[in-house]
């Protein structure tokens, strides 16, 4: 399949409009604080998937914030 593991962006401040078209939840909006992740992808063996996956959230810590702390854990090592 030519599109395996291909990856999506979408711009943040159109997540309501995608939702409304594909008919989605606020639910979503966990996957949409993500979108961090794709612009340090590369800094990560799997361009960031289990991150995303994760779902990670700290307490007073915003995404961009998590997201910033793993890559300079991996800038570290």
Known sequence: MPYEGAWVY???EKARMVRSWLGAS???KS????Q???AVADKFADRGKA????????P???PQ???D?????RDAV
């Open 31 to 34: 996957a949409w604080r993500w």
């Open 10 to 12: 979408l711009k943040l």
């Open 51 to 58: 991150l995303v996956r994760s779902n990670l959230e700290v």
């Open 36 to 38: 961090t992740v794709f």
């Open 65 to 67: 914030d998590i997201v």
């Open 60 to 62: 007073g810590k915003s």
């Open 69 to 73: 702390a793993f890559v300079r854990v």
């Open 26 to 28: 606020r639910s979503m």
